[in-house]
């Protein structure tokens, strides 16, 4: 099983900037983490010491000894490109559509990655983009808004023909022993040649620093396809507060059908481990996630062509503040990330100088009914990326 970070793919750009990509999260990854800072909790309540208990955090810049080194973008596409089977096929040749609905379940299950308790990935920038391949699937994400941080992400795959369109931003909060990240926004996997389109949201983050330290997805996943009339409902447990790890990473919900709330099948297990589903009427159990599978022998991507990068691509942006955790040279982290905060914040004061607003390059941004924001790919496909990740 592949490590956390284990494997590096480094390139200098003719431009002369660095793009430094790192392995994705997998199982087990948390304990080849060898880059964190030595006394952590007492560092970390150092770093909180002045914020009000309930404070909104998105605004909060973490220095690069809390960072790892990857964006937040690279993180939501990761959970999109890098998995260890076909999840996503499996969802559009299913032929009923309960099979389907039960493959959307664990395809859903299959973005849920291990989190690192110390560390978390870089704010993206306004602008930042990360676009990767993988065979026929191709992945765009663009940082569509800084405050709120929204993240846009479009995927296609003409193949088997699928689109993904993802609208998220976390609110995280902190609440004197802990902070809580609530990630608002809409998930649909699109169907096409099924006429399906289903939406999702996400789990809650919840990082405890006392009485003991984790890092937990917790909550409810709503799961629904009007097409088909059916709805899931996920809940996600972590650790207690004591640190009790019975429930710890446990999922258990079911499916049902909308119109009248009848329960189909019982879903339950790990999503670290497997996550069964049990059929009402008989009784038989089948599993339909299994992480070892899903999150292990993950690869890293590399770049197929240097020239076709953008300036705008995650691991572009902050290449040389990662080279900098990766290589525990703190002062070029610190020096390289205040260089690429400074430039942002003028780049704002430029644009409101001269009243102007920023408007996305990929993607129109627009508010939702629920008062909250939403997206719309401006592309009816994502072209090939550069980055690819090896089949």
Excluded at 69 to 82: D, F, N
Excluded at 239 to 265: A, D, P, Q, V
């Amino acid at each position: 099983m592949e490590h956390l970070f284990s494997t590096i793919f480094s390139l200098q750009l003719v431009s002369g900037e660095t793009i430094l990509l790192t392995a994705p999260m997998s199982l087990d990854g948390e304990s080849d983490v060898t880059y964190r800072a030595p006394n952590l909790i007492r560092r970390i309540v150092g770093l909180f010491k002045t914020v009000r208990p309930g404070s909104d955090l998105t605004r909060f810049q973490l220095p690069p000894l809390f960072n790892m080194p990857k964006s937040q973008l690279q993180c939501y596409g990761e959970t999109v490109y890098c998995v260890g089977i076909d999840m996503l096929s499996r969802c559009s040749k299913a032929e009923s559509s309960l099979e389907r609905f039960a493959s959307v379940v664990a395809w859903s299950i299959s973005t849920t990655r291990p989190l690192i308790f110390g560390v978390a990935p870089f704010n993206p920038i306004l602008g930042e983009t990360h676009h990767v391949s993988k065979g026929t699937l191709n992945i765009l994400l663009e940082q569509v808004s800084h405050h709120p941080p929204v993240s846009a992400l479009h995927a296609t795959d003409e193949k088997e023909n699928i689109e993904m369109i993802w609208c998220q931003y976390p609110v995280p909060k902190f609440y004197g022993a802990s902070v809580e990240a609530e990630v608002h926004g809409n998930r649909q996997l699109r169907l096409l040649k099924r006429g399906e389109n289903y939406e999702m949201n996400s789990p809650r983050l919840l990082i405890r620093f006392l009485p003991v330290s984790s890092a937990d997805w917790v909550g409810t996943v709503r799961i629904r396809c009007q097409q088909t009339g059916l709805e899931a409902e996920l809940c996600y447990r972590g650790s207690s507060f004591l640190g009790r790890r019975s429930n710890y990473r446990s999922i258990k919900g079911k499916i049902f059908e909308s119109s009248s709330s009848k329960t189909i099948y019982e879903i339950d297990g790990h999503w670290d481990r497997t996550v069964s589903m049990k059929d009402i009427n008989n009784g038989k159990l089948s599993i339909i996630y299994n992480a070892k599978e899903v999150l292990s022998g993950l690869k890293t991507p590399t770049v197929k062509d240097p020239k076709g990068v953008w300036p705008s691509e995650s691991a572009v942006v902050w290449g040389e503040v990662s080279q900098g955790i990766m290589n525990k040279d703190w002062e070029k982290a610190k020096s390289a990330k205040t260089a690429i905060e400074e430039k942002e914040r003028e780049g704002l004061r430029e644009r409101k100088s001269r009243g102007e607003t920023w408007v996305p390059k990929h993607f129109k941004l627009f508010s939702s009914k629920e008062g909250g924001w939403d997206c719309l790919p401006i592309q009816d496909l994502v072209p090939a990326a550069p980055i690819v990740l090896p089949l």
